[in-house]
């Protein structure tokens, strides 16, 4: 009975982490300046992997998600508007405007990559609308 306990155990203690491949991406988004771009999302995709994250208002951002290790695609999506709760009528809405050039937020234009080769910090300079 012991042995099949410790065989048991041991087995157990193997397995501890399967199945959790991939690392955690994060940095901070901020202007060729320093200063940081507030709030907003940034993904990352590949052909066969897509995740993102929020960025804070200190322009960090963290994907949480399990990165497989490669090469990635950066977007960045930011508007001027911070979230707001008020009721409006939505004939009355009209489009935010931007806080970061629309280029970063297509995975065609940005021309912004990361490798990702274990936990992985990556800063990301963008630029103001034109």
Known sequence: MRIISFLCFFALVCCVGCGQSGFIV?????????????????????????AGGPIAAD??????????????Q????????????????IADVKPAPLLVDAKFGS???SELTVEVKGKTTHNITVTAPQ
């Open 59 to 72: 322009g960090t951002y963290t994907i949480n998600a399990r990165v497989p290790a490669g090469t990635y």
């Open 26 to 50: 994060g940095g901070k988004v901020e202007f060729p300046d320093g200063s940081p771009v507030p709030r907003g999302q940034v993904t990352i995709n590949s052909s066969t992997f897509t």
């Open 74 to 89: 950066i977007t960045v999506r930011a508007t001027g508007d911070s979230p707001s709760e008020a009721s409006v009528d």
């Open 107 to 109: 995975a065609e234009t």
